[in-house]
């Protein structure tokens, strides 16, 4: 294609909500096959809710929401936003936090009233060494069952509460997964939660494959896995944890609802956050560049 022409079908971009970050981007758009979806924040929503808190015997439940919710005040990940929300309504002013940290994918953790907490995936806190009393694992699997994602609360040693938080389809993704179908693409689910939630949602809005619970890391293995058995891959996703693999892929697509992180390592960002705007930028690629089909 002509350099004028890639600026045409840049401009065209723009009209359809979509910030292509060169006209040489389209090049490599074109000849995607594989479309990996992030899950929460890019087929999801994103505005996640607490639906239950469980706190382990002997822990008050208000006090095991008030400290994570202090933890998590410091989060940009929708989980982390929702809990600090529910505890700011439900117990007023957070306690004070020092030296806070975000594990992308994984967490968060930081130092509440002399306890060191962790809020997290509950692998994590088993990983850290901090283990479910008995009394968890019951409610932990009908939650999980129930399509809902889950995290642990840990300090002084073990797993102290669970807090559930309720997610819902963007009303626009079944209708952007049958457009990636009908351009003859394969979309593939990625996310670091938790198989059964994954798959409810899969299901939900059509999308052919599951990839569950992945490290950040493994989100770009992922990538590297799909191009070295010849695919050509697109990433959309909207999280720090989704970055290193929007710039891995072949074309990255980011969520203008997203993080700063995940906009600047994409190649299109869709004003909208509507992930249909992959299908657009694909089809105008392909328009672009004379392979319609
Ligand atoms: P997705 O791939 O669906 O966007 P992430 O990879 O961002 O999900 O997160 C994966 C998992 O890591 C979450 O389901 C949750 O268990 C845990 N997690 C990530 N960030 C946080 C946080 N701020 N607070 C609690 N848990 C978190
Ligand atoms: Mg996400």
Known sequence: ATPTALLVGTGRGAQLGLLIKGPEVLESTRRVDTVLLDKTGTVTS???AVTDVVPAAGVDADDLLRRAGAVESGSEHPIGRAIARAADQRTGEHPAVTGFAALAGLGVRGTVDGDQLVVGRPALLADLGLPMPTGLS??????QQQGRSVVAVGWAGRVQGLIAVADTVKPTSARAVARLQALGLRTVLL????????????????????IAEVLPEGKVAAVVELQAQGRVVAMIGDGVNDAPALARADLGVAMGTGTDAAIEAADITVVGGDPAGAADAIRLARRTLGTIR
């Not at 059964?196 to 052919?208: F, L, R, S």
Request: proline share 7%; hydrophobic share 45%.
């Open 191 to 210: 996310t670091g939660d938790q198989r059964p939630v994954a798959e409810q949602v899969a299901a939900a809005v059509g999308i052919d494959d599951v």
């Open 138 to 143: 019951g409610p932990l699997a009908d939650i």
């Open 46 to 48: 994103g505005d996640l």
